[in-house]
């Protein structure tokens, strides 16, 4: 068995020795990537290489702080419904859970109450499943009213389908959201009804929120300016160029989910229209039911977006796997992602590839035609960025309408309606004082505006 260890300075933040509790460090993790020897798997499924599932595990943990003191792969011929693991194995794991004197196993797959119950007992230690440590992470990163509510309830629906004893003593020491201490914890020995209780009344919250933010977006419909949506698996680099496009500081880290709630940015583009560019929060295999629902409503931007862009780490060995459950995802969300008129694939990371596969990808890049083009970028150097802007502009160019419209000098309210309402690419007074203007709205708005000023259409000359 090969032992990855990968120790991180973290400050310990030991729980001291439980009887009957755990007996290590909680801050202390081991990780276990089980997969299975015979594989059954359907081929239509990219593959993951074992590597950078392991790496994706131990990120997720570290996304959390914990300190990963192993990090495990864990062959398995069938799955026991009792430990998930077999005796062997668990036994093993149990020898270096003491010896690290780890207080916490992160089993990186589906546990039922009772596998997990089982595995808490045979390790001396708590185990969380792959759900319980995204909730966990989401819901130390949940910032806004909607996202800590949105994670709750996630948590209370987890909680619900799996209320057994575990190490409940421990928990209410701790503090934090969840699974690792805290309240949502402690809810584990509180009844069903309490729960479903709690959950009614974070759904009503949720719906008070969700309409305050639908009357935000209906407002900001007003305002002509598309949105421009960033979507990708976790850390592809959305909020990298997120920030190149915008010159804001988002933060942006070599660490799973650093985004979880939207960010909206106005952003110039080089034609000089502007455009609202939102960031949104990274995707992820297997993504746990509860969050789904979750990931759905952080999702309307992307949701209502005009232009999405699917940002990719072309580095990534399992690049391939990745977009597929991107895809995924946004076919979940209504979204074809084979729509290439809305949905721009982003090459991000081609700083990181060799001489070779830059030249490979280029050659793939060109085979493509037209709006199937993926843009080759690096959010880091900012090559490419002007290409992508150029995409994005020939996308909005072609959905909106261009309208000539004349008015009277001493149409003021005229003038500034049209500022508030449309994008005023043009504006021109002639001698006799008249205004010559040329707009672009949306196909909804044409017919208004044409018969409100008698605007005429203007041939899509500026389609790219
Ligand atoms: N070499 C290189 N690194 C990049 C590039 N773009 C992003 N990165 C790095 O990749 C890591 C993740 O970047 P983020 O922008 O935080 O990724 P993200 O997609 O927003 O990730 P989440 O918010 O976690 O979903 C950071 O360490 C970035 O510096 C790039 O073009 N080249
Ligand atoms: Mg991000």
Redo the contacts with the bound molecule.
């Keep these: 068995m090969e032992l990855k260890g990968t120790r991180q300075a973290s400050e310990a933040r030991s729980a001291g020795p439980e009887s009957g509790g755990p007996r290590g460090d909680t801050t202390k993790v081991v990780v276990l990537v089980p997969f299975l020897t015979r594989r059954a798997e359907a081929d239509a499924v990219p593959r993951r290489s074992l590597e950078a599932r392991v790496d994706e595990a131990v990120g997720l943990a570290l996304a959390i702080d914990l300190d990963v003191v192993a990090a495990l792969p864990i062959g398995l011929g069938q799955i026991r419904p009792a430990t998930y693991l077999g005796s062997g194995k668990v036994e093993e794991i149990a020898g270096i859970v003491a010896a690290e004197d780890a207080g916490l196993v992160f089993v990186d797959a589906p546990l039922s109450p009772v596998q997990q119950r089982n595995l808490e007992k045979a390790f001396s230690a708590k185990v969380i499943d792959r759900t319980a440590l995204i909730l966990e992470i989401f819901g130390q990163r949940a910032r806004t009213k909607e996202g800590v509510l949105q994670v709750e309830l996630a948590h209370l629906n987890y909680q619900r389908s799996r209320l057994v004893r575990s190490w409940t003593h421990l928990e209410r020491q701790r503090g934090g959201f969840g699974f690792l201490g805290g309240p949502g914890e402690t809810q584990i020995e509180a009844d069903r009804r309490l729960i479903g209780e709690r959950i009614v009344k974070i759904e009503r919250e949720l719906e008070q929120v969700k309409r305050t933010r639908a009357l935000h977006r209906a407002s900001r419909k007003k305002v002509p300016y598309p949105v421009v949506a960033l979507v ?1 698996y ?8 997120f920030n190149r496009l915008t010159q804001a500081e988002v ?9 979880l709630d939207p960010t909206l940015r106005a952003v110039q583009l080089p034609s000089g229209e502007r455009i609202i560019l939102s ?1 949104t ?2 995707f992820i295999s297997e993504l746990p039911t509860q969050l789904v629902a979750a990931f759905r409503a952080t999702l309307e931007e992307v949701i209502e977006a005009d232009v999405i862009l699917h ?1 990719r780490d072309m ?1 990534h060995e399992d690049a391939q796997a990745q977009a597929s459950d991107v895809e995924g995802v946004l076919g979940d969300l209504d979204i074809d992602p084979q729509d290439h008129q809305r949905v721009i694939e982003v090459w ?5 590839l060799s001489e070779d596969d830059r030249t490979s990808l280029f050659n793939t890049v060109e085979r493509r035609e037209g709006d199937e083009r993926p843009v080759p ?5 900012g090559e490419g960025v002007e290409g992508l802007l150029l995409a994005i502009s020939r996308r909005l160019a072609r959905d909106r309408v261009s309208l000539k419209v004349d008015l009277e000098a001493s149409d003021g309210e005229g003038l500034s309606w049209l500022y508030r309402h449309t994008e005023v690419m043009e504006r021109r007074q002639d001698e006799e004082g008249h205004l010559h203007l040329a707009v672009r709205v949306p196909p909804d708005r044409a017919e208004h505006i044409e018969r409100r000023f008698g605007g005429r259409r203007l041939p899509a000359s500026r389609r790219g």
């Design positions: 990708g976790t850390n592809a680099g959305k909020s990298t160029l933060m942006a880290q070599d660490l799973l989910f650093a985004t960031d929060v990274g940002v580095s991000n990371k081609i700083d990181r970028v690096s959010a880091l150097t």
